[in-house]
């Protein structure tokens, strides 16, 4: 079994313009997630997926001089981008959806995805069923590459060509689904970035955990925040 792992990437987030490059402990924020992703034992290729846009240039520059596999296409319709990764670095049995606002990114939740995909002969898996219980920043989707091609093949909507896993996740008629969940519910915990508050809490788990253990765990992040009632519930949010 091969498994590609396709990262999507932007600078033209509308609520936080150019997080992905905004500093973690020393580095752009989606250079650090990708050393979380790339701990992933069943990940064998990491490709980040980005547009032709202008706004992408400068994030495709900072990829390249740090050797991350890059495809470019188009802005609006990412299930374009996938497809076009796919050709290019493929071919694949599976592949793995990931968003590059994420870089407290669990490398073991992201293995139990592809694992249990891959046990359970499915077309597509996610850690965010129905009822989510991983914390918001968690998000791992597996999919075979045929589930994919036929997705994309399918789409005829502007919500599948902009959110890739649209139907994937929808049509339990068309795709063989499963999902992965872990026994304490914390799908109200947030640990993605969109608003200038999610980055200040990123940062202070960076600043705290990265220089000493650069492979911190999500158990480290939940000690970590349990020691600090500041950010227990910054920006009004749960943070563990």
């Not at 520059?61 to 740090?66: E, S």
Request: aromatic fraction near 6%.
């Amino acid at each position: 079994m091969t498994v590609l792992a396709i990262l999507q990437a932007r600078m033209s987030s509308s609520r936080l313009p150019g997080k992905v490059l905004a500093p973690l402990a020393g580095a752009p924020m989606i250079l650090r997630q990708i050393e979380r992703i790339r701990r992933a034992a069943q990940i064998d290729r990491l490709v980040v997926a980005t547009s032709t846009d202008g706004s992408d240039d400068a994030l495709a520059n900072v990829l390249a001089v740090a050797g991350v596999d890059l495809f470019r296409g188009p802005l609006d319709d990412v299930l374009a981008r996938f497809v076009g990764a796919l050709d290019a670095f493929g071919p694949t049995d599976h592949v793995v959806r990931l968003t590059a606002d994420c870089p407290l990114a669990d490398p073991e939740v992201i293995d139990a995805v592809i694992e249990r995909v891959a046990c359970s002969d499915a077309d597509y898996g996610s850690s965010t069923p129905p009822r989510r219980t991983f914390p918001k920043g968690l998000d791992a989707e597996a999919m075979t590459a045929t589930a994919l091609r036929d997705a994309a093949a399918r789409a005829s909507t502007p919500e599948e060509r902009e959110h890739v896993t649209w139907a994937l996740h929808r049509r339990a008629d068309l795709y063989r689904q499963v999902f992965v969940s872990q026994a304490a519910d914390e799908g109200d915990v947030r640990w993605t970035v969109d608003y200038p508050h999610d980055y200040a809490f990123v940062s202070a788990v960076y600043e705290a955990l990265y220089p000493a253990r650069p492979d911190f765990t999500s158990d480290d992040i939940r000690r970590f925040v349990r020691s600090r009632p500041d950010l227990s519930s910054l920006g009004g949010e749960r943070r563990v």
